[in-house]
């Protein structure tokens, strides 16, 4: 009984060993992830976790336009490019579709990309717009975060320089969740008030309805 | 001045018949230096000829602006990210957590030697590699004798796909700690075979798969060993799942999530089902449709089962097999063939098989020259495809 004893024993310690071993090994010589890309990712995560963004917005001088921005596409189109997709619905009457790749962008008088819808699309949150464009930030470059205040709370600013826009998302100090978005460009910029709503069984139905208005 | 001497006297002095039998041993290796060699000059000299003269391929411009930047090219910006800014899982997109830690660690030390993140991966798989070849030949020896062991060592020196044993890919290191965790085995210390197999399972998962052979050397032994050494040999055979724990660990510590492997894979679009190697036929004239490169894996999972079955006519014992067979064939029921041709790199029962398919002098010599050319060839397709 002893030496089965000894042997569960010395096994245990062997593979105990190994765990921690592994474990020193990692947490003595990477590096942990920048807390600025941490917070980035979380914001990410936030905005893919939300099937709608509502928005309140205005451009320079302009008035404030409410918009709903919803994620995908109700047609019977292969998954993988629907899911990329984003339909903006404003209350100017207004609808943008977005459809990646290609960036392709409708209901803004051509399909050409111009920094004014996308300045739009931005504003409105639509998730599959803004969360790429972090995600990139974050994979190819140091992301930058800076204390703010946005919409007369603090904030996080995360600062999105992109090729058309130089977005930043405002993201709540404790959970950093989206919360207000600005955008600027050579010829338009804006602030925007968002509001995620969590993705729901109801998506696909919305999304027709959304179309057909 | 007499005390001294009296003292330099009573020193250790070298064994000149320790130091001979080491330069013996060196030796004795020469020719398995001289294939690494050739093996890795034609991988070089091809990265060299496509820096120099295209063809440019989907490699960024920061790649061909290196002599051997085509070494360095594809997952290997992953492994770089991972030494320099360390695990970030950045939700719905391919992101670093899917790739496993030995390889960036050792990568992150060798850059703090002061080389460059690039050339410190090539380096690293290189020498590797050298190792690799001396532990498998040393293990095949071991197992299947002499002959069968140096034709194995030469063909995996010079095997077509081994290109990616020179890339900042980890294959070369993982075959290695396969491999030395066979041979410690074998010779009875499982300390060393524990330290191997964990290091193996931290380098890639396949590593894990270690663990089938030396259960069946465990066995073999259990009659010799002391309690206490069964107790190494039980803990060495579990050592690959232990410290592949300390991964999730690690992740959840810095990331707040122990799954976050798991959910870095599912963005790379590879998730294990039940009938995920069914589902990956019915789907492989789409995947051939969208890359027609896939033909080259599927090729190569087909090759790999003939070798198996090659290497057991040699002799090769089951649990390598099995093992071998658990690398080659698992990865297909994640409903994708891509990659099997590098996956198949980690089992050292498909060189077995190769060298049982070389015992004719004529075939031996066919399959090093043809090794050889389609080594070159491969290594000038990188541009085009992932290994």
Redesign the interface.
């Known amino acids: 009984m002893r030496r089965v004893l000894l042997t569960i024993a010395v096994a245990c310690a062997v593979a105990a060993g190994a765990t921690t071993a592994g474990w020193g090994l990692q947490a003595a010589i990477l590096p942990p992830p920048a807390q600025s890309a941490r917070v980035a990712a979380n914001a990410v995560s936030w905005l893919l976790r939300s099937g709608l963004v509502e928005s309140a917005y205005r451009i320079g001088s302009g008035p404030v336009v409410h918009g709903d921005c919803l994620q995908g596409w109700p047609s019977a189109r292969p998954r993988r490019s629907s899911s990329q997709a984003a339909i903006l619905v404003l209350d100017t009457g207004g609808t943008l579709v977005y459809l990646r790749p290609g960036l392709r962008v409708f209901g803004a008088g051509g399909d050409e990309p111009s920094p004014l819808p996308l300045v739009q699309l931005e504003l409105g949150g639509c998730v599959n717009v803004v969360a790429p464009r972090i995600a990139q930030v974050i994979q190819t470059t140091h992301v930058r975060v800076e204390r703010s205040f946005a919409a007369g709370h603090p904030a996080l600013a995360i600062l999105v320089p992109t090729r058309l826009t130089r977005l930043t998302v405002y993201v709540t100090p404790r959970t950093f969740k989206p919360f207000a978005i600005g955008v600027g460009s050579p010829r338009y910029s804006g602030l925007s008030r968002i509001w995620l709503i969590r993705a729901a069984a109801s998506h696909p139905a919305r999304s027709r309805e959304m179309v057909a208005e | 001045m007499t005390g001294h001497a009296a003292t330099l006297a009573e020193l250790p002095q070298p064994d000149p018949e320790a130091a001979s039998g080491a330069v013996a041993r060196l030796r004795g290796h020469a020719w398995l230096v001289g294939w690494w060699a050739a093996g890795r000059a034609v991988v070089l000299l091809a990265a060299l000829a496509v820096h120099l003269f295209g063809p440019r391929g989907y490699l960024d411009t920061q790649v061909r602006g290196s002599a051997f930047g085509l070494l360095d090219s594809w997952d290997a910006s992953w492994y770089r990210?991972?030494?320099?800014?360390?695990?970030?899982?950045?939700?719905?997109?391919q992101?670093d957590p899917a790739f496993f830690?030995?390889f960036?660690?050792l990568l992150?030390?060798v850059h703090r030697l002061g080389l460059g993140y690039g050339p410190s991966g090539i380096l690293i798989s290189n020498v590797a590699l050298l190792v690799a070849l001396v532990v498998l030949y040393a293990l095949t020896r071991e197992l299947l004798g002499e002959t069968i062991a140096r034709r194995a060592t030469v063909y995996a020196a010079i095997f077509p796909l081994g290109y990616v044993f020179s890339m900042t890919y980890p294959e070369s290191l993982v075959l290695a700690l396969i491999a030395a965790a066979g041979i410690a085995a074998l010779r009875g210390r499982?300390?060393l075979a524990?330290?191997c197999a964990?290091g193996a399972a931290?380098a890639r998962p396949e590593g894990i798969f270690v663990a089938l052979p030396l259960a069946a050397i465990a066995w073999q032994q259990r009659r010799t060993l002391t309690?206490?050494g069964?107790?190494?040999a039980?803990?060495?055979v579990?050592?690959?799942?232990?410290?592949?724990?300390?991964?999730p660990?690690?992740l959840n510590?810095?990331?707040d999530d122990p799954l976050a492997w798991s959910h870095a894979e599912h963005a790379w679009g590879r998730h294990f089902t039940p009938l995920g190697i069914v589902d990956a036929f019915e789907q492989l004239p789409a995947q051939v449709a969208k890359n027609g490169w896939v033909v080259r894996d599927v090729v190569f999972l087909f090759v790999y089962l003939v070798l198996l079955v090659f290497a057991r006519r040699a002799g090769a014992p089951w649990p390598w097999l099995a093992a071998a067979l658990a690398v080659v064939v698992l990865p297909a029921f994640s409903v994708s063939f891509m990659s099997i041709g590098r996956f198949g790199l980690l089992a050292p029962p498909v060189f077995w098989g190769l060298a049982e398919a070389g015992r004719d002098r004529r075939a031996d010599r066919a399959i090093r020259a043809v090794s050889l050319a389609l080594l070159a060839a491969a290594t000038v397709t990188v541009p085009f495809v992932f290994p």
Do not use: E
């Open positions: 990210m991972i030494a320099r800014s360390g695990y970030l899982l950045v939700p719905g997109r992101s830690p030995l960036p660690l992150r030390i499982w300390v524990a330290a964990g931290l309690p206490a069964r107790g190494l039980v803990g060495a579990a050592a690959p799942a232990a410290a592949l724990a300390s991964f660990l690690y510590r810095v990331l």
